[in-house]
């Protein structure tokens, strides 16, 4: 039986780089919405030309900043991707947005379009660190944008940026403490990482700018989940917390490794085991569109085991962690395969990861070591490197 479909579109433009980012995103002082309808709608009928019929369960508008985008272009994709697959009943639809008053002033079209989901780049509710973060609006109209949002959309999401420099337990008790008192069902909480390539790394490297030791960052990891359990969003992935039953429909079909297709500059997808990656570039995008009917840049067939490894490094960022048994069928790979069994059984015995029966998966004391915790747990034959884009 066939999963649905997720349907990634990518809006690669900003108003300003942020400090931290390191998405693809672009800034441009001009945008031909033409152009760009044009081309999306056309990447998204190749990738109907390449996939099995079936309805797809969610449609997410990613970045850069997506609110950025004009209503009628968001409608316009919306209308052809369910024209070429058509929408399960129920389909979720995100869309990302900047809090800033011209952007909110957007919602009720979005939302009478379809998007039934927003999730807010609020980032921080104190207007020093948003500026040092590079964001352009205020914690006002942070607050402002939440309520429109609320009032507009089923479903609101926002995220916060912590383990910040400098931070204490307290500052971001008291932070996160009020954000939770807004009420919404989601809440995506990332640790600040010092990114290759972004100005936050070349401040590190002058000495500008100290990030947050590990201790620390640990002990307002372990607050997060102490408040965010308590308050009845407990953590559903790393950085994810939710009501039960308001998890982000979108993102766990990445992290239950189901079929997604990736439209737009930059844009990932997996479809029946191939791998596709969209050009970065958006003036490259553009031109390989009009020359090739498509914008895709690399186009592969994943062997069985890396598609393992990649369901497994997904997989077990999920508090449900992975069922061993069935992963190993559904790739036709041996189950002992999978994983290295002597690093498995000693991490087991630290208390890091757990077992019951064939599900596996990391323990609330592992996540926050996930990123090295990962390459230890499973076999060398599932850790391929993913392809990059170009």
Not at 135 to 145: I, K, Y
Request: proline residues 7%.
């Amino acid at each position: 039986m066939q999963t649905m479909l997720a349907l990634y579109v990518h809006w690669p433009f900003c108003l300003a780089k942020c400090p931290y980012c390191d998405f693809n995103s672009h800034v441009r002082s001009a945008i031909d919405a033409a152009a760009w309808r044009d081309a999306l709608l056309a990447d998204l009928a190749w990738e109907a030309s390449r996939i099995s019929p079936r309805p797809i369960g969610s449609v997410f508008f990613g970045g850069g900043t997506p609110s950025l985008m004009p209503p009628a272009l968001v409608e316009a994709v919306l209308e052809r991707a369910e024209s070429l697959f058509g929408f399960a009943p129920g389909v979720e639809i995100t869309l990302e947005a900047n809090p800033s008053s011209v952007e909110a002033d957007n919602f009720a079209a979005l939302a009478g379009i379809g998007v039934n989901r927003v999730s807010l780049g609020v980032q921080s509710l104190d207007d020093g660190v948003l500026a040092m973060l590079g964001r352009l609006h205020s914690a006002t109209e942070a607050l402002a944008a939440l309520e429109m949002a609320q009032r507009h959309f089923q479903r609101v999401s926002f995220d916060l940026i912590y383990a910040r420099p400098g931070q204490s337990p307290d500052q971001w008790r008291g932070e996160l403490t009020r954000a939770l008192g807004f009420g919404t069902e989601h809440l995506s909480l990332y640790q600040l990482t010092i990114e290759p390539g972004t100005r936050f790394a070349t401040d590190v490297r002058r000495g500008a700018l100290v990030p947050l030791d590990d201790d620390a960052a640990a002990d307002l990891f372990a607050l997060t989940q102490e408040l965010t359990g308590g308050a009845g969003l407990p953590a559903y992935e790393i950085s994810n917390h939710a009501r039960p039953g308001c998890e982000s429909r979108h993102n766990m079909a990445y992290w239950r490794y189901h079929d997604y297709a990736g439209i737009g500059p930059g844009a990932h997808g997996r479809r029946g085991g191939v791998a596709t990656v969209r050009h970065r570039k958006p003036e490259n995008f553009l031109a390989a569109v009009e020359r090739q009917g498509h914008g895709i840049a690399e186009e592969r067939a994943l062997p069985p085991a890396e598609q393992a490894g990649e369901a497994l490094m997904m997989g077990l960022r999920l508090r449900e962690g992975i069922d061993a048994e069935a992963l190993a069928q559904r790739f036709a790979l041996d189950r002992d395969a999978l994983f290295d069994a002597r690093k498995l059984a000693f991490y087991e015995g630290q208390r890091l990861v757990r077992r019951e029966g064939a599900r596996i998966a990391v323990t609330p004391a592992g996540m926050p070591l996930l990123d090295g915790l990962l390459p230890e747990l499973l076999a060398p034959a599932m850790t391929s490197p993913p392809p990059v884009a170009a």
